[in-house]
């Protein structure tokens, strides 16, 4: 339920921003060590641009024409947590993926007992190559590669991911808030000193 409501999201993204040439997909394999095709990951969601025509590969191989690693990829955390939080990040980023988010649907229903884990983990791809985490919380996080918020929705046990683009205009919002309010404060410093 979760990747289904997650791709239709992003498709729907995709037409109202009028992407060209992408595949929306979940569960296939992508290599990035042509001499260790083993060596692999399987993005619960991802984005690729310009997709090789024809039928697609079910198994992404990066060193092959048209097989380009995932700018964007989800991995929702399964009953193996550890795998998700401390391999995946180190895998994606060697394959050449540019965000990778980690959902945790424990973590989100606060069922989760490690205190590393998190709702929402984003990691990206510096200006130096280096992938890096830059999120960690509960969302909404934002999502450079498509441009948009995701957000944790809660309906009672239930979890999912949404994509928004009001979270950006409130945070924005609230960080103006935050500004006026300390300069407010200093004001105030200032006229009683």
């Not at 200006?127 to 590669?145: I, K, T």
């Not at 935050?178 to 407010?184: G, I, S």
Request: net charge neutral; charged share 30%; proline share 7%.
């Amino acid at each position: 339920m979760i990747i289904r409501t997650l791709l239709s999201s992003l498709q729907e993204l995709a037409r109202e921003r009028s992407w060209g040439r992408v595949l929306f997909g979940s569960d296939h394999y992508v290599a990035w060590v042509e001499r260790h095709p083993l060596v692999r990951v399987s993005p619960d969601v991802f984005i690729v641009d310009d997709p090789p025509e024809g039928p697609l590969p079910r198994s992404w191989q990066t060193w092959l024409p048209g097989h380009r690693p995932p700018r964007f990829a989800v991995e929702i955390v399964s009953d193996q947590w550890r795998k998700d939080y401390d391999d995946a990040p180190a895998k994606y980023g060697q394959m050449g993926c540019c965000e990778l988010v980690v959902f945790d649907p424990d973590a989100a229903r606060g069922t989760a007992r490690d205190p590393r884990r998190a709702a929402l983990v984003v990691y990206r791809r510096a200006e130096d190559a280096a992938f890096v985490e830059v999120y960690r919380g509960d969302g909404p996080a934002f999502g450079g590669q498509i441009g948009a918020w995701i957000r944790v929705e809660r309906q009672f046990d239930r979890v999912s991911l949404r994509l928004s683009h009001e979270a950006e205009a409130r945070a924005k919002a609230e960080a103006r808030v935050r500004e006026l309010e300390q300069r407010l404060a200093a004001l105030d410093e200032k006229n009683r000193g």
